[in-house]
């Protein structure tokens, strides 16, 4: 059985930074491609960023150039870098594993922008 754990949220001043990890149990870490999603109170949810298996990875427009998503296939675990957060980075940050036709989430974690 897959399960994601995903630590490293919290509370930070605009500007501030954080990094996100996201850990797979259970399965072979390097089959999935991972992301990042997030739900704002009020909003749907979107996904933040994605990282293939190579390597490849893509990010949705407003945290390009801010937050960088990593993997690290030997430790089964993928990051969020977040750089020069603003309020409205404040969300609920999940991590998703995805292997067509299946798809997994972690619990997520509560990342807070504020003064």
């Known amino acids: 059985q897959v399960s994601l754990v995903e630590s490293g949220g919290g509370a930070v001043q605009p500007g501030g930074s954080l990094r996100l990890s996201c850990t797979l149990f259970?399965?072979?870490?390097?089959?999935?491609?991972m992301a990042w999603y997030r739900q704002a109170p009020g909003k749907q949810r979107e996904s933040v960023a994605t990282i293939e298996p190579e390597g490849r990875s893509n990010y949705t427009e407003s945290v390009k150039g801010r937050f960088t998503i990593s993997r690290d296939d030997l430790k089964s675990t993928v990051y969020l870098e977040m750089n020069s957060l603003d309020r409205e980075d404040t969300a609920v940050y999940c991590c998703?594993?995805?292997?067509?036709?299946?798809?997994?989430w972690g619990q997520g974690t509560q990342v807070t922008v504020s003064s």
């Open positions: 998703n594993a995805k292997f067509w036709p299946v798809s997994y």
């Open positions: 259970g399965g072979r870490f390097g089959i999935y491609t």
